[in-house]
């Protein structure tokens, strides 16, 4: 029922479901964890796959001891380099061609004279010298997130000791998750595989790996009420603008409403 393309927000039971399933299929450690985290801080795939564990959890300092400790960090950092806009990934990207310009009136003037300027010295006229300066640079947005629900406490302390149990050489800069290639995930890698654990295992239908994130925004908005500063906070917006699309009601709501009208009407 989800419209525009966006993902489905799941009902309580539908992810008790998805953790039901979870522990039926390989990795249920790695996979709870990802996913509650997902449920319950409503973090982008890319910000999960690029997680460290020092982001996480104080690993003890004695590598390769079969009996490494770590305590668990009561707030969980999403990095600055790692949301969305960060080019965490350190690809190249295309070169930039300018379609259209755009002058305030006291930059036009000020050109204009530059230009008139030129042409008095009878100097050679290059257009692009008189294009405003493009800020190529995206904002990004590091947040901190309290690791507040019991369950993902559980989940990511159950992960980590079973990651230990694997490696006890693992350190602080390590990613938190790995691939079955035991190296980091890659975000689209990440994408897909959430979208199979809440599609195919769950039967969920149009959830995706935004599912998640889209319930949390849902939940602050319309379930407690909060400001949309709030949920841009938790979020990690730069602009409120982009936190207002979660104000669309969730599927659930629209099948109450949906569901009072009469047939016979």
């Known amino acids: 029922m989800a419209n525009n393309g966006k993902a489905r927000v799941l009902t309580t039971e539908q992810w008790d479901n998805v953790f039901v399933q979870i522990e039926k299929h390989r990795h249920p450690e790695k996979n709870e964890a990802i996913m509650r985290i997902s449920r319950n801080l409503g973090l982008r795939a890319q910000e999960i796959a690029l997680l460290k564990l020092r982001d996480v959890v104080k ?9 490494r400790t770590f305590t668990l960090y009561e707030i969980l950092t999403v990095r600055k380099d790692i949301t969305k806009g960060s080019n965490a990934m350190r690809t190249s990207r295309s070169k930039y061609v300018r379609k259209s310009i755009t002058f305030k009136v006291e930059e036009f003037h000020s050109m204009l004279e530059k230009h008139a300027a030129l042409v008095k010295a009878g100097a050679e006229i290059d257009p692009e010298m008189f294009y405003p300066a493009v800020n190529k640079k995206r904002k990004t947005k590091g947040r ?18 079973h990651r230990l149990d694997k490696d006890p050489y693992v350190k602080p800069d390590d990613p938190l998750f790995l691939s079955q290639r035991k190296r980091a995930y890659h975000p689209n890698s990440l994408q897909e595989h959430m979208a199979l654990m809440l599609r195919s295992w769950g039967g969920v239908e149009k959830a995706k790996s935004h599912s998640g994130r889209r319930g949390v925004a849902t939940h602050i908005i319309h379930d407690q009420k909060e400001s949309l500063r709030t949920a841009q906070t938790a979020l990690g917006h730069i602009s409120p603008t982009t936190t207002v699309e979660y104000e669309e009601p969730p599927e659930n709501k629209m099948t109450q409403v949906l569901g009072k009208i009469d047939d016979g009407s």
């Open 59 to 67: 690993l003890d300092t004695r590598l390769g001891q079969p009996d």
């Open 144 to 161: 901190d997130l309290p690791i507040v629900s019991e369950l993902l406490k559980s989940a990511l302390i159950r992960y980590v000791q």
